[in-house]
């Protein structure tokens, strides 16, 4: 299987002192299913930003269907079918669900009926079921300030889903549900990983869903990788294992 | 130490000097603070008979209040489109909000000034006045709210591909919605005020029927005028701030 998305010997910097990713490589394949552990700082979300394109690597490349990014063509591309869900999910909280759903589709609506609000009928029918598909058909007309945690990831999920994606990057996606939520919310991904071929990376620090979910189990250390390993092979004491030891680096 | 007492024997120099420049050691200029007892007796009782023209003089205030709220938010609005970091480019967004500082320099009573020297006496210079007050004053508050607006709201619809000007209308006009409401909401109250204060340069409502009974020596019409608008301002401002605590909070 070929990557759809691929980090390639990454470095990142801030401050141009202190690298947050070292020498990241990871290659994303359709249809499976990457989980991202670390400590909190360890740079799980400037991964993802990388990944999405909102950040540009200090040195290595990322590919999109094998293209560096840094053709400005192909960075577009990758964006426009990279859905990506930040850690407070990002959702428009004045507007309604079906809204924030539609969102998703901008790209592809001419401006000024965009603006207008004139979304075309297969774009409208799209998101209708889209909102049956997440189980949010009965809150469509509903402000998003209204929903619960759990209702307003939903949202974040469709309208990423809107977007036509080809991959998913949810940030801190399962760390602020209730396990049973945060279940239903890894069903949802798994299906959209095995039905329609949709990549997922999620970042976490919630160890305990990894093995039954994710293909790939990754943890970020100070900047890089210190496992890559296959969900169904990994157990909850290697990941705190792998997590640990800069809290012993640092305690030292 | 010996700096700080250097510094307040200089600045109660000052405060002396202030009070000698402005008539406050003129024997005879202080002697006339006695004119407040005449002033007031003539003020009362209030006349009853103007009660009409000050209602329509306020009616008339109110009117220029609330057209000129209008006008300068939708002028504030667009102004802070091009003054936000988020929407406009550098260059743009230097000039625009420029030209929001230069407009917020002048207050409203010069503005009216300007207006009535053009337009000439009554509500109309008063409401452009207000207008161009308003402009200044919102455009600043509503380019601040813009670039408040949550980045990582901002960074998922930028996500999806969005324009800038789909940005807008979908992500930082809906978030900052509420807070722009309750500005206008406030500058009307304020506006009340203010059309009150540009009348008496001539830019119409009650404070150029003040200035006129003033002028005239009616002292007793305008105790009533004076007590008609206090009321009313206080029954704005009451009604305002309830309905900002419980839609916009
Ligand atoms: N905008 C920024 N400017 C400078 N440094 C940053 C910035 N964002 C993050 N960092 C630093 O980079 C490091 C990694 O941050 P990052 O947000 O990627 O961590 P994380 O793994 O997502 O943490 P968390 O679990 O708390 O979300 C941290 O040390 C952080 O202080
Ligand atoms: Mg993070």
Not at chain 2, 80 to 102: D, E, G, N, Q, Y
Not at chain 2, 123 to 138: H, R
Request: a positive charge; glycine letters at 8%; hydrophobic letters at 50%.
């Amino acid at each position: 299987m070929s990557s759809i998305l691929e980090a390639r010997n990454v470095w990142f910097t801030y401050d141009s002192r202190n690298y947050t990713l070292k020498d990241i490589s990871l290659s994303i394949e359709a249809g499976k299913m990457y989980m991202v552990f670390g400590r909190s700082g360890a740079g799980k979300t400037t991964l993802l930003k990388i990944l999405k394109g909102i950040l540009k690597p200090s040195r290595g490349v990322v590919l999109f269907n094998g293209r560096p990014t840094t053709s400005i063509d192909t960075a577009k591309r990758a964006y426009s079918v990279i859905g990506y869900i930040p850690q407070g999910f990002g959702i428009v909280s004045n507007i309604s669900v079906l809204d924030n759903v539609l969102v998703g589709a901008l790209s592809r609506v001419p401006l000024l009926h965009s603006i207008l609000g004139q979304f075309p009928k297969e774009e409208r029918d799209r998101a209708e079921e889209i909102l049956e598909i997440m189980g949010l058909a009965q809150f469509k007309y509903q402000k998003v300030s209204q929903l619960s945690g759990g209702q307003r990831q939903r949202v974040a999920i469709a309208r990423a889903l809107m977007q036509k994606p080809q991959i998913i990057l949810a940030d801190e996606f399962v760390s602020q549900l209730d396990p049973v939520t945060a279940i239903e919310v890894l069903d949802v991904f798994r299906r959209l990983a095995d039905e329609r071929g949709i990549a997922t990376v999620i970042t976490s620090h919630d160890i305990h869903l990894a093995s039954r979910y994710a293909d790939k189990v990754l943890v970020l250390r100070d900047g890089e990788f210190k496992l890559c390993r296959d969900g169904r092979s990994v157990s909850e004491s290697d990941l705190i294992a792998a997590m640990r030891e800069t809290f012993l680096e640092s305690s030292r | 130490m010996k700096a700080r007492a250097k510094w307040r024997i200089a600045i109660l120099v000052l405060f002396f000097f202030s009070l000698w420049q402005t008539g406050f050691f003129d024997p005879s200029r202080v002697a006339k603070i006695q004119n407040i007892g005449p002033f007031l007796a003539g003020m009362l009782p209030p006349d009853p008979t103007i009660l009409p023209q000050v209602l329509s003089a306020i009616y008339e205030t109110v009117v220029m209040a609330f057209a000129g709220t209008l006008m300068g938010g939708a002028l504030g609005l667009i102004l802070a489109v091009f003054s936000s970091r988020l929407l406009a480019p550098l260059p743009i967004m230097a000039l625009f909000r420029t030209i929001l500082a230069l407009i917020r320099t002048i207050p409203a009573i010069l503005w009216a000034l300007i207006f009535v020297v053009i337009a000439g006496f009554g509500p109309f210079a008063g409401v452009l006045a207000i207008t161009f007050y308003t402009t200044g004053y919102l455009g600043k508050l509503f380019y601040e709210a813009f670039d408040s607006v949550s980045s990582e709201v901002l960074e998922a619809v930028r996500g999806v591909g969005a324009s800038r000007l789909q940005q807008l209308r979908f992500a930082i006009l809906p978030e900052s919605a509420n807070y722009i409401l309750s500005q206008l909401l406030f500058i009307f109250e304020y506006n009340v005020r203010a059309s009150t204060i540009v009348g008496l340069v001539g830019a119409g409502g009650v404070g150029y029927l003040i200035l006129a009974l003033v002028q005239s020596l009616k002292y007793s019409g305008l105790l009533t005028a004076i007590l008609i608008l206090l009321a009313f301002v206080l029954a704005i401002d009451f009604i305002s701030t309830k309905i900002r605590g419980r839609y916009f909070t």
